[in-house]
């Protein structure tokens, strides 16, 4: 279970607040109007940004002030962060090994993950010769490699064309349930909200509300809500 504890996040003259939890295994939207805070609110949860007030805890333990890299979690943001220069599986390894050397057990791993997202054999290759959307599934595997309890995404797909971001999106909700991941996922489209998130978290006004159900919410949306969806 994620628990945002009386959290208050201040930057400069913008502050949001959030003090509600998430259940394990859950897959929440976050929706709200640009520059509402969705962006800062996982970069808190993500410990790249510390809280003013209040706590980050997960299963119980606080992790407010726990380094990014030792948090129980795995981040996709919209730039897929693979390295130019490291073949597709040495930036998979990063995920599981700072070492570019790849014993043969990681490589199998490696492989396999691979496989999973549909890229079996493009190990070698740099993400340069990849699509855009091959590089999502990349960007997809470190994280299925990693297999950490909590992923954040934020708007990871969004640079790609409708049918893609579908499949992309249907591929991540496959693996969080294969893996009992509980996902939190900005979005700027409620189809894509409604397609892999159950619940969601409304950000506006100040405040990150706690989890709702995602058709309710849309179905009656508050008037924050209402004025960003338009018409
Ligand atoms: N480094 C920073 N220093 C000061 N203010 C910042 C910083 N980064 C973001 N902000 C402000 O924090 C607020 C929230 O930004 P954030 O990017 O989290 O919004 P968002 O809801 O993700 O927006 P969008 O949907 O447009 O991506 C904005 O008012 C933004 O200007």
Same mark, same amino acid.
Do not use: V
């Given at each position: 279970m994620l628990t945002l504890d009386r959290l208050r996040i201040t930057q400069d003259d913008f502050a949001l607040e959030a003090d509600f939890s998430i259940a394990p295994g859950a897959r929440v939207a976050v929706l709200g @109007?640009?520059?509402?805070?969705k962006s800062t609110l996982l970069t808190t949860i993500a410990g790249f940004l510390a809280p003013s007030a209040g706590r980050v805890l997960w299963a119980g333990t606080d992790i407010t002030g726990t380094a990014p890299g030792m948090r129980p979690l795995s981040i996709l943001f919209?730039?897929?962060?693979?390295? @130019?220069?490291?073949?597709v599986s040495q930036n998979i390894g990063l995920g599981i090994s700072p070492r570019p050397r790849l014993s043969t057990g990681d490589s199998r791993r490696i492989e396999a993950a691979l496989e999973r997202v549909g890229l079996a054999g493009l190990g070698a290759r740099k993400p340069v010769a990849l699509s855009g959307g091959e590089q999502g599934r990349v960007a997809l595997a470190r994280c299925l490699l990693r297999a950490k309890p909590l992923l954040l995404l934020d708007? @990871?797909?969004?640079?790609?064309?409708p049918a893609l971001k579908a499949e992309m999106l249907a591929l991540v909700a496959e693996i969080a349930r294969e893996q009992g991941t509980t996902v939190l996922m900005v979005s700027h489209d409620p189809t894509d909200a409604t397609a892999l998130c159950p619940e969601t978290v409304l950000v506006a006004e100040g405040t990150a509300y706690p989890p709702r159900p995602t058709a309710a919410l849309l179905a009656n949306p508050p008037p924050a809500l209402a004025a960003y969806l338009g018409p």
């Open positions: @109007p640009s520059g509402a805070g919209q730039d897929q962060n693979l390295f @130019p220069h490291l073949t708007e @990871p797909f969004a640079a790609l064309g």
